[in-house]
């Protein structure tokens, strides 16, 4: 018996058969000759042939080909996925943008490669070799991202870039009922809202985490009889709030309040050093004598149930404060000033001008939070201590000789109301280019 094309013969079996059952491993169809020798004994020798079909077998994967993870847009072209191993065959690879198998002359050797961000199909399949078939085709996703922009979220920290703010925040865990929770924003997204040029977003998330009480402002009014104030509260908690801060609330981890309290100053617990400041200051504004009215503009945060601390300094943030003017006060003569203790120990006097233009308020911008006074211009001679402070106590009854305009002012101090914190302008967020 043999496995080849010859035919077994009384003349050739003993060269070119054998006893042994032919073994195969090719694919194919394979002729197999057989002679019967029967010595001395009858019936003659019997010769003749049957074939034998081998099919192909299927190609072996040992190691599909997988997506690489983590891949971000580049210049230069990336892998797209980490090599497989098979047996039996080779691997070609065809890559689409869409979930549809391309045609088989899109197949190559090379490894499919990207360089912009989106989602990807690299596909493949095994050519088999003489006794593989060929494999259907898979396919495997991929998905490139983009370059990450990196944002800054503001406070009064003087801002956090979006890539610390992330990673710092790996594990945070948003919990139910949530800013994040409710709006569907992952920890990455809500902070990348938070520095996003356009604030619809954030501002839905601040909105939604006082709804939920994660955030809220409290304005106290100490005398409302002579000074009050009301604000934007979304406004202030946006740009006043560190960025940590924001993601701790919006994501339900932490309860913040703030408190504004805004009330006139208790003239004899001022610092000499400050009414004398802000009182020289004005002089040298007017070339002449004017009256002060002093209020406190303070402001406290209170975390869960810690003790509450007071913020004095917004960074690059400030508050807008606008106060309400009678209609018969000469903007013209007031003017604001502010007094601050500073870091080193040192007394900061800034004049806030007008920043609103029109004649019924006077609007000052502020990142400090501390004694300010408002001046006012007076003709009068110059005012002995005692009547600045009864000016500030707002029981002043006009010296004789005072002018109309003097008594005018006490009015507008018995009326003095802060008309709201009209919102805070912050430096925009600045990203950064890759």
């Not at 690299?122 to 495997?140: K, L, Q």
């Not at 994660?214 to 979304?234: C, E």
């Not at 810690?306 to 004095?312: D, F, P």
């Not at 006060?329 to 040192?346: A, V």
Request: charged share 25%; glycine share 8%.
């Amino acid at each position: 018996m043999n496995g080849t094309k010859t035919e077994l013969t009384k003349d050739n079996f003993k060269k070119e058969g054998s006893t042994k059952v032919p073994e195969f491993t090719k694919a194919g169809t394979t002729t197999v000759y057989y002679y019967i020798y029967t010595g001395n004994y009858e019936p003659q020798p019997v010769t003749g042939s049957f074939t034998v079909e081998i099919e192909k077998a299927e190609t072996t994967t040992v190691v599909p080909p997988v997506a690489k993870p983590g891949l971000v847009a580049t210049e230069v072209g990336q892998p797209l996925i980490t090599v497989g191993d098979v047996e039996g065959g080779e691997i070609v690879y065809a890559i689409t943008t869409e979930n549809v198998a391309p045609s088989e002359d899109a197949y190559t050797k090379e490894i499919p490669t990207a360089t912009e961000p989106g989602t990807y199909y690299v596909w493949y399949m095994i050519i088999g070799d003489e006794n593989h078939d060929n494999s259907e085709p898979a396919c495997v996703e991929v998905t490139v991202a983009a370059i990450p922009v990196v944002g800054t979220v503001s406070g009064r920290d003087g801002g956090v870039d979006t890539e610390t703010l992330k990673t710092n925040n790996t594990d945070t865990v948003i919990q139910s009922g949530s800013a994040c929770d409710v709006i569907g924003l992952t920890v990455d997204e809500m902070i990348d809202a938070l520095a996003s040029d356009d604030s619809s977003t954030k501002q839905a998330l601040v909105e939604t985490a006082q709804n939920s009480g994660n955030l809220g402002l409290v304005v106290k009014n100490v005398d409302a009889t002579k000074v009050s104030a009301s604000v934007d509260k979304t406004a202030v908690l946006m740009s006043v709030l560190t960025g940590q801060e924001m993601v701790d609330a919006l994501t339900g981890n932490d309860n913040i309040k703030l408190t504004l309290q805004i009330a006139q100053s208790d003239y004899s617990k001022i610092k000499e050093s400050v009414k004398r400041g802000i009182k020289t200051k004005a002089e040298e504004k007017f070339n002449g004598n004017v009256v002060v009215y002093y209020m406190d503009v303070d402001m406290f945060m209170k975390r869960n149930n810690e003790a509450k601390t007071q913020l004095t300094e917004f960074g690059d943030s400030n508050i807008d404060i606008s106060i309400k003017l009678p209609a018969n006060i000469k903007k013209k003569y007031l003017q604001l000033i502010r007094s601050h203790d500073e870091k080193d120990g040192t007394l900061s006097l800034d004049t806030l001008n007008d920043g609103d233009g029109k004649d019924e308020t006077y609007t000052i911008a502020t990142n400090k939070l501390c004694v300010m006074g408002l001046a006012y211009k007076t003709s009068s001679k110059a005012t002995t201590s005692t009547e600045e402070a009864a000016v500030t106590t707002v029981a002043l009854a006009p010296k004789t000789g005072e002018s109309d305009l003097f008594r005018v002012l006490m009015l507008c101090l018995l009326s003095l109301i802060v008309v709201g914190v009209a919102g805070m302008r912050t430096n925009r967020v600045k990203r950064e280019d890759d």
